[in-house]
């Protein structure tokens, strides 16, 4: 990234949360983190592979961060102003 102004956007939730290993994984298209056939939540995997590619455009970098399965994620932006 550019030396700059930038923007940051943070959303949190107190949802399913993430292994560390998975946090890269789920930024590629048609992934998901549960992937059973019986899983709980629904998404065609679409989601978070896009939002990547349009913060990319836009010269910015997106991730996400996880204290573990069960608390929770956190989802940061970072774009220039």
């Known amino acids: 990234m550019q030396n700059g102004n ?3 956007i943070v959303v949190r ?3 399913i949360g993430m292994k560390r ?3 890269q994984r789920i930024f590629t298209p048609f992934e998901q ?3 059973s056939a019986g899983r709980r ?3 065609t995997g679409l989601g978070l592979s896009l939002s990547k590619e349009l913060v990319k455009l ?3 970098t997106i991730w996400a961060e996880s204290d573990g399965e069960g608390k ?3 989802f940061k932006v ?3 102003v």
């Open 58 to 60: 836009h010269g910015g």
């Open 72 to 74: 929770g994620s956190t």
């Open 6 to 8: 930038f923007v940051q």
């Open 21 to 23: 290993e998975d946090l």
């Open 41 to 43: 939540y629904q998404g």
């Open 78 to 80: 970072l774009l220039p």
């Open 13 to 15: 939730d107190n949802g």
């Open 33 to 35: 983190v549960e992937a």
